[in-house]
């Protein structure tokens, strides 16, 4: 088992910046990837960025791109999604997820980001 905690999450106003944190702990030896997605209120849950952990490859989403970057520290299992220049488009809970090789994958409770106008 994984155990994924995310943390950041807040309110903040456009054009401001926000750092989410997603720590795994447990069975995390066979790590594949750590990545993004978010699901704003009546959408359905959309990608944001996928990282590679091994490799150190990121892939983002277009919307994402020169907006939001990531960093991590591999001693605690840790990926950090700096988000710069807040759009209201971004408000959404933000959802840690891993793939671990053997197939499965996990999920973290969400955080809510909250972009204000």
């Known amino acids: 088992q994984v155990q994924l905690v995310e943390s950041g999450g807040g309110l903040v106003q456009a054009g401001g910046s926000l750092r989410l944190s997603c720590a795994a702990s447990?069975?995390?030896?066979?790590?594949?990837?750590m990545d993004w997605f978010r699901q704003a209120p009546g959408k359905e849950r959309e990608f944001v960025v996928r990282h590679f952990w091994e490799t150190g490859t990121t892939n983002f989403a277009d919307f994402a791109k020169g907006r939001f970057t990531i960093s991590k520290d591999p001693a605690k299992n840790t990926l950090y999604l700096q988000m710069d220049v807040l759009k209201p488009e971004d408000t959404a809970v933000y959802y840690c997820?891993?793939?671990?090789?053997?197939?499965?994958?996990?999920w973290g409770q969400g955080t809510q980001v909250t972009v204000s106008s």
């Open positions: 997820h891993t793939l671990h090789l053997g197939g499965y994958e996990y």
């Open positions: 447990g069975r995390t030896l066979e790590l594949f990837s």
